[in-house]
């Protein structure tokens, strides 16, 4: 397989999980109380928006990878 039409697939396939998802949440441990030998901590949900803007710069530059990877060959 070409270095284009992989990347092109990669991208695509990024572009289609940016539209579905719309971002990425991960949770954090944070410690809330440290009284000495007391400790408590809290888990937190956080999330990193993905706009609808990366998802389709993700899939156009897919497309056209894919387009250039097959007139080159």
């Known amino acids: 397989m070409k270095t284009y039409t992989l990347l092109g697939i ?5 572009g289609v999980i940016a ?3 719309q ?5 954090t441990r944070e410690k809330v109380v440290d009284l000495g030998p007391i400790q408590m ?3 937190r949900s956080r999330t990193i ?6 998802g389709a710069i993700a899939l156009v530059g897919g497309i056209a990878l894919l387009v250039t990877g097959s007139k080159k060959g």
């Open 49 to 54: 928006p993905l706009t609808p803007v990366v």
């Open 23 to 27: 971002g990425i949440t991960y949770t």
């Open 41 to 43: 901590t809290a888990d």
């Open 19 to 21: 539209f579905a998802y």
């Open 10 to 14: 990669i991208l695509i396939a990024v």
